[in-house]
Structures are given as C-alpha cells and as structure tokens.
C-alpha cells in the first residue's frame, strides 16, 4: 500500500509541475512568439501589432496594408469577447468556446462567424485568433485568462 500511494503522489507533483511549467512559460513569452504558432511573416508586425504601434508605423515596419476602421475597431471587439476554452485538433481545424457581452460561451470552429465580420480563423493551446477570413491577416488575439493563484 506504500507503494501506490508513492506512485499517486508522485503522479499529482508530476502533472502540477507540468501546470506551473505551463503557465510559467504563457506567462514569459510573447503572445506572438507561441512554438506552436508560424509567423504570418518573418520580421512583420501582424495586424494586432499594428493596433499597439499604430498603422503608420505599421506600415514602415512592413506590415501588410489593413483598413484603419478594423484596426480601430478591434479594441472595442476584444472588450466584448471572453475566450474561455480551445480545442486544436491539427494546423486547420479546432474550435475555441467563446463568450461575447457577458453571455454563456459557445463553441465556435476554424472558419464559423463569431461576431461583426470576424471569424474564428486558428487556435493554439492558449489563444485563439480572429480576421475578416480564415486565409487572411489576423485582427484580433484572444488570450485565455491566467490561472487563479491559490
């Protein structure tokens, strides 16, 4: 009986470990420099990039042309979303549970319309991103919310 209860407190250490790793690790690195995530391209701000700096400087730094209006307008869609789980099941499909204006999440898939023109267009293990199509630059970042700290 020892035995086993050492097998299942070292199973519990291992994976709570495991989960302040993982949290250690979304908490360092930057949103955009995710392993799981390829880089729309190398040295390229991507549109969320362009909404913190502005779209001039944007705009010199190499950053495709966006529409002002979706720039602008993004901050006033991210207040409204509240992304609370994702499910990735390879690079194009995967789904992201999504609540907008304080109502109970739903589940959204790569491709579906979440809100005012933006579709879910990819998700990893934290995050899940939106734009005006699936194929195109991304407007908009969800993040999950940190764990609670006991």
Do not use: C, H
Request: charged fraction near 10%; proline fraction near 9%.
């Amino acid at each position: 009986m020892p035995v086993v209860t050492l097998g299942v407190w070292l199973a519990l250490g291992w994976s709570g470990s495991a989960w302040v790793m993982q949290a250690l690790q979304a908490t360092s690195s930057a949103p955009s420099s995710n392993s799981s995530m390829a880089p729309a391209s190398a040295g390229a701000p991507t549109a969320a990039g362009a909404a913190a700096v502005g779209p001039e400087a944007a705009r010199l730094l190499g950053a495709p042309a966006t529409n002002a209006a979706e720039v602008v307008a993004s901050p006033s869609v991210a207040s409204r979303l509240k992304l609370v789980g994702v499910a990735s099941a390879g690079a194009q499909s995967g789904a992201a549970l999504i609540g907008i204006d304080g109502q109970a999440p739903k589940p959204y898939r790569i491709g579906q319309a979440v809100v005012d023109g933006f579709v879910l267009q990819s998700v990893d293990r934290l995050a899940a991103r939106l734009g005006a199509q699936v194929g195109g630059p991304s407007a908009l970042q969800l993040d999950m919310p940190a764990p609670r700290q006991p």
